[in-house]
C-alpha cells in the first residue's frame, strides 16, 4: 500500500476515522480529501487527516477511493467517480446496505476499474468530522462483498486498507449481508426510533428526565444520523420490512402472553431472550 494514493470521499464519522486512522501509519498511502462541508476540510487539513484537500474532479485521480456517504448519495457520486478513475484503480464504499450499492458500483466503473463493497462495523450515534476517532475501526469488522467482477488482487488492497486502520476483514455475499443486518442493525436502530417516537407523542406527555437506564441505553441509537437511516431502511426496504414484520409477530407473542398472564410462558420468553443476548 506504501506509495498508493488514497481518496476518501466525505469526511464525516466514517471517512474523518478512517483518514485519522491512517496517519502516520508505518506504510500507510498519502491520503487525499474531499467533502462539501469546508469546515470539515479544513479540520481534517488541520489535524494532518489528510495531505491534500480536493475536488471531486482531483480525488477520481487516486489509486483507491473510498467513498464515505449516506447510501442514497454514494451511489450518485459511484456513478460519477467511476467513469473517471483511471484503469488500474479501486473504487469501495462504507454504506452498510450492499446488494443495490454493488450492483450501482460494478455498472458504474469503467473498463479496467473494479468495484468492491465494503462496511466496516464501527460507528457512534454522533456524526460529523468533530466526532471522528482515529481508533474507530481498532479490532472491529470490515466486511468486504466481492462478486464474480472482482480478482483476488484488487480485495487484497482494499483488505490492507482496512487492515493498516486497525480493522479485521471478513468477506460475505453481498445479498446475504443485507439479510443478516436487516436484522443485527437496521431494524433496532428502527424500533429504537419507533419507541422515541412512541413516548414523544404520548397524550400524557411522559417527562423524560424521569427515563430509567433502560430506556436511555437503549434509545441511544436513536441519536444517530436521521439522514443516514432514512437512506439505509430505503436502500434496504424488503429485508428491513421483513425483519420488522418478524419483530411484529414476536411482540405480539409477548403480547398474548402478558394478556394471558402466562407466568411459565413469559419466563421462557424471557429465557430464551436472554440466553441469546447472553452468548454475544
Known sequence: MSGERIGILGLGLIGGSLALALRGKRGAPEVWGYDRNRESLRMALSDRAIARACTEREIASCDIVVVCVPVLRSVEFLRRIGRRMRPGAVLTDTGSVKAAVVRAGQEAVRDGVEFVGGHPIAGTENSGYPAADASLFRGRTCILTPTDANTGASLRRVERLWKTAGARVLRMDPRLHDHVFAYVSHLPHAVAYALVHSVATLDSKVPLGYSAGGFRDFTRIASSNPEMWKDIVLQNRREVL????????????????????????LLAYFRKSKKTRDGL
Open 242 to 265: 421483513g425483519a420488522v414484520g418478524h419483530y411484529r409477530r414476536n411482540l405480539s407473542l409477548l403480547e398474548g402472553l402478558i394478556r394471558r398472564g402466562d407466568e411459565a410462558g
